[in-house]
């Protein structure tokens, strides 16, 4: 658990209700454009765009409850196949865990907090494309915060942020922040240094 | 974490990164495609002084796993027929644009000099230098260890050590860098370590070592072992007056099918037993012990590619000082680099 | 050994307010080669004048273990070489070991050194014969060639090597009393240290290096202290290194053996916690000890019990050290550095006086070598082999700067306290403001190179 003390101005500009409608209507965009539950997996990027993922599943099997949640969630670690590996402190990746159902001929959701650079995605797709062979593949973001450094955009976004790149965006989820002690989930800029 | 020279120097924080690192490295051997692009581009140099197939071929696919360029440099001399030096081999390496240099050298610090000198900015993984040190197999050995040991407990082996786990190693410690390796780092790791050797096959000021010494191997299982890890015997001690015959170091100090059975009638029912390999059969373990279920020797080799993919990836995937830490401003600082690039 | 100085080579110096020996404050008026007068107050007519107050004047010191490498070894150190950085280090006379290539176990070779030394003149050389042949351990060298020979050797050493065989020890201990012989013995049992690279014990069972037992130098000094005894001969022992050895030589001299001990700066300062870096300029032959041992050597040192330092100077070029441990060779330089060192170990301890220190570099020294002109008193009519210290100046070690060509100093990077301001041999000045000045020209070998400044 991280306890966040912001050290810089910041604003908040999704609270918790506001970060809980967006997923709310991401997980109903999700089964509208797949046209129902049929073949869903979605892979949350670590670390925060995976507890992402786990309340889109619950979102969606409270909308469908043929769906049981925890049988189409899954986590797909991109470290090993960022581009800027050299230049960056190393850092153990963390677990690619798949649903049992495997992703083969699957739709597979990617789910991340930001959508930046974009450069986390081109990741992920190299690491999708090794562990299996998708139908296709969608991307669903928090917080799309434009910059883009590649041809990469999302298919459901939960708010569109312009943002200055000397600003930061910070996503933070219950699962892993807290403010005093207490759990939160937030999203906030700061000003740049 | 610039080099991996030793153990010694190795913290409790590096060290289960390590682990854990390789416990994901591990799972992508059960893939079908089973690479990373994790270093691509980059030259990694296998320079072996002394032979050994084992340990460069697991280096070999460790580096190709993780996309790396492998270069195999046998520059093998001997203290008689000295030939090209260290330095001008290093700086060789280095105009050769290598990034990482796995060094196996029969010189107890050769690779200590590497990194300590300006001959060659690579990042340096000792393979095993003289008689002291091999870190890699020390670590090999603690991710079996620690596999075993979560597995029995139920719990979950990322970010685990090896607290409370007891261990043997016996044999020919005086001459072992697997056993001064494996010393420093399950102490570190936290686990209860007993040496058992003859006398003679002990260092002077052995004494003062985070172990216990015994020169009695059914003494310590007796006291109980949760693993046993034992050590070749070189061919060359056997001639200088180390113990009188094999037959007599067989009896003492050797793994045989009488303790293989004594393990059960112990109660060891979940003791392993590891071997670094090459294994004398019929001298410091029959081969009833060594293909018995308790043997992990096989499971080892496979850690094996896994901690030297983790180890490679840790050095060579920028500078992972900044990320030694493991508290959570860590951790936040860690997510916020991430996103910055995102 | 006495030369015959001409005065007009040597000229007139009046060093005013030194403490000699580290007491009251004196003048000395070096002139002709001598001291001719020391007092308060002395006249500065003819002399140049050379202001000490606040130096220490002390005898010129003398060393009992060198490697000047020539011949054989000039890519390491000539004799040229090492003694100009002999000279700097407040050297007046030093012992040339006999490991050069060819050895120095003829006449032949010991003279050729001898006349190189002479011809550098910034010391005086003395030859250390082999006491075996190619010190090999099997047969005697011509032991009395040498001693009669024009460099009057009187130490025999195989230095480096042990003369490990009993009965060839006893014979060479006996031998050499038929000239006022000595044998200095590298004490080292030689099965006990197969392949040996760093003092055996806690450091060198964690860093895997084979180790060098303690007792592979004890037992070789209590068998030849033993030997000595029984044979009425005259024993030194080269670089002491253990605390057990000092305790050995002890006894042997509570007993009344004629044994003499010599300690090297390094051991008295470096322990083998350096080991750990695995960097060769530590490996030593004997190989650095503990700091326990350390102990026992100072204390050895300033109670009598060891009598000399001898720096066993030991240099060698790069590619020798730059290298694996186990590829390295062994040894150190040390000329430049053992007045400062023994400064810091043994006199800002407050072991040791000045006076203590003239003992155990220059007087005893000379006296084991027969050295009849060097570690004299500072007195009027005394050969003039003085040397001016300055304790209180401070410098840090720089290998780069040094006048040995070996580069190998342990002691690089090390701030050391106290630096040789002038040396006077045999009344020349070879060393004025911590530079070298000008070699001595001997009486007979002057004619020919013309007047002097």
């Known amino acids: 658990m991280t306890d966040v003390t912001a050290p810089v101005p910041s604003r908040v500009v999704l609270n918790h209700a506001d970060i809980d409608r967006a997923l709310t209507r991401i997980a109903h965009e999700i089964l509208e454009a797949n046209k129902g539950s049929q073949d869903l997996v979605l892979l949350g990027i670590p670390r925060r765009g995976y507890p992402l993922a786990v309340r889109l599943a619950g979102k969606i099997a409270a909308a469908d409850p043929s769906v049981d949640a925890s049988a189409i969630v899954g986590q797909l670690d991109v470290t090993m196949f960022r581009d800027d590996l050299s230049h960056q402190p190393a850092r153990p990746p963390y677990p690619t865990k798949l649903p049992l159902s495997g992703i083969d001929n699957k739709v597979v959701v990617l789910i991340d907090d930001v959508l930046y650079s974009g450069r986390t995605i081109r990741a992920a797709l190299d690491a999708i494309v090794d562990l299996g062979r998708p139908r296709s593949v969608r991307l669903a973001v928090l917080v799309d915060r434009g910059h883009r450094e590649l041809p990469i955009r999302a298919d459901h976004v939960g708010k569109n942020l312009p943002t200055s790149s000397s600003e930061k965006v910070r996503v933070r989820v219950e699962e892993f922040d807290s403010v005093n002690g207490q759990p939160i989930n937030e999203v906030v800029i700061e000003a740049g240094a | 974490m610039k080099h991996l020279l030793s153990t010694e120097n190795l913290g409790a924080a590096d060290a289960i990164r390590i682990l854990d690192t390789a416990e994901e490295m591990a799972a992508v051997g059960d893939r079908e495609v089973k690479k990373l692009p994790a270093l691509r581009g980059r030259t990694v140099v296998n320079l072996f002084f002394e032979d050994s197939t084992r340990t460069r071929i697991s280096f070999e696919a460790a580096a190709k796993r993780l996309s790396a360029d492998v270069i195999n440099f046998a520059a093998k001399g001997s203290s008689v027929s000295k030939g090209e030096s260290l330095k001008d081999t290093a700086q060789t390496l280095s105009a050769m644009g290598a990034d990482a240099v796995v060094i196996r050298h029969w010189a107890s610090g050769a690779p200590h000099r590497l990194a300590a000198t300006d001959w060659i900015d690579a990042a340096v993984i000792n393979a095993g230098d003289g008689t002291h040190e091999h870190p890699t197999q020390a670590l090999l050995d603690a991710f079996t260890m620690r596999r075993h040991w979560t597995k029995l407990h139920g719990s979950e082996s990322i970010g685990a050590d090896l607290s409370g786990m007891r261990v043997a190693i016996a044999g020919d410690v005086l001459h072992s860098r697997v056993a001064r390796s494996n010393v420093w780092l399950l102490r570190t790791l936290g686990a209860d370590v007993t040496l058992v050797a003859p006398p003679t096959l002990l260092p002077i000021g052995v004494e003062q070592w985070p172990c216990k010494v015994s020169y009695n191997l059914d003494e310590t299982l007796e006291a109980g072992v949760d693993a046993m890890m034992m050590l070749r015997v070189q061919g060359e001690r056997m001639n200088a007056s180390f113990f009188p015959s094999t037959r007599e170091y067989s009896r003492r100090w050797g793994f045989d099918d009488t303790r293989l059975r004594a393990l059960d009638e112990l109660g060891l029912k979940d003791t392993i037993i590891m071997h670094p390999g090459p294994m004398n059969r019929g001298l410091e373990i029959s081969s009833a012990a060594a293909d018995s279920p308790r043997s992990t020797v096989l499971a080892q080799v496979r850690n094996g590619v896994s901690v030297r993919m983790a180890a490679l990836y840790l050095l060579l995937s920028g500078d992972t000082r900044e990320a030694a830490t493991t508290s959570g401003a860590a951790g936040t600082d860690a997510a916020r680099s991430e996103k910055e690039n995102n | 050994m006495t030369e015959t100085a001409s005065g007009a080579s040597t000229g007139t110096f009046l060093i005013r307010g030194a403490a000699i020996l580290g007491g009251g404050a004196e003048d000395l008026l070096i002139r002709d080669g001598v001291i001719a007068e020391r007092g308060t107050g002395l006249s500065a007519e003819g002399a140049t004048v050379i202001e000490a107050a606040g130096l220490v004047a002390l005898p010129g010191m003398v060393d009992i273990h060198t490697h000047l490498r020539e011949p054989g070894r000039e890519d390491a150190e000539t004799v040229e070489t090492g003694t100009r950085a002999a000279a700097l280090g407040g050297y007046t006379a030093v012992h040339a070991m006999a490991n050069s290539n060819p050895v120095a176990d003829t006449a032949g070779v010991v003279e050729q050194v001898h006349s190189l030394g002479r011809a550098s003149g910034w010391v005086d050389v003395r030859p250390v014969g082999a006491v075996t042949i190619g010190l090999a351990g099997e047969q005697l060298a011509e032991l009395g060639a040498m001693a009669d020979s024009r460099a009057q050797v009187r130490v025999f050493s195989d230095d480096g090597i042990c003369v490990h065989d009993p009965v060839l020890m006893r014979r060479a201990l006996e031998y050499v009393k038929a000239f006022d012989g000595v044998v200095a013995q590298h004490a080292q049992e030689p099965r006990l240290t197969a392949g040996a690279q760093m003092n055996e014990g806690a450091v060198s069972a964690v860093l895997g290096l084979a180790g060098w037992p303690a007792v592979a130098e004890e037992s070789i000094i209590a068998r030849d202290v033993l030997l000595a005894q029984h044979v009425g001969s005259r024993l030194h022992i080269c670089h002491v290194s253990t605390a057990g050895s000092v305790e050995i030589v002890r006894w042997a001299k509570s007993r009344g053996i004629n044994v003499t001990a010599e300690v090297t700066p390094h051991h008295l300062l470096l322990t083998d ?62 000329l430049e550095t053992a007045l400062s060192v023994v400064q810091e170990t043994m006199i800002e301890t407050g072991l040791m006086t000045w006076a203590d220190f003239a003992r155990v570099t220059s007087t005893v020294p000379a006296a084991i070598g027969r050295v009849a002109d060097q570690g004299r008193p500072l007195e009027a009519g005394e050969p003039a082999n003085v040397i001016l210290v300055d304790p209180a100046a401070r410098w840090t070690v720089d290998p780069n700067k040094m006048a040995t060509m070996g580069r190998n100093s342990p002691f690089a990077g090390k701030e050391l306290p106290g630096a040789v301001v002038a040396t006077f041999f045999k009344g020349h000045p070879t060393v004025l403001d911590g530079k070298l000045n000008t070699p001595y020209r001997h009486a007979a070998d002057a004619a020919g190179a013309g007047s002097r400044n």
């Open chain 3, 273 to 334: 916690e350096l080991v750990r870096s695995y960097d060769p300029v530590y490996k030593v032959n004997p190989p650095l000890r503990t700091a326990s041992d350390v102990q026992a050597l100072r204390a050895g040192l300033a109670d009598g019990t060891i009598d000399v330092i001898g720096t066993d100077h030991a240099p060698h070029p790069s590619e020798h050290k730059e290298c694996e441990w186990a590829q390295a060779a062994m040894g150190m330089t040390g």
